[in-house]
């Protein structure tokens, strides 16, 4: 699929305002976040092993 000149300029265009403003976001509240969400590295790491988890245990299920 070709995207034509227009389409690749908005796409680049999306991408760098997106970025900065995800940028601005999250130095704006890095003093914040701190003291807000202590702890929460535990959390995603629980789901992302509940996840994986999940997978392994649906990949080599029928294999027994």
Known sequence: MKFSQGQ??????????????????????KNTSGKHFKGAWRILLFFLLIMVSMSLLIRYSGRF
């Open 8 to 29: 690749v300029v908005f796409i680049i265009f999306f991408l760098i305002v997106f970025i900065a403003a995800l940028a601005w976001s999250f130095l704006r509240d």
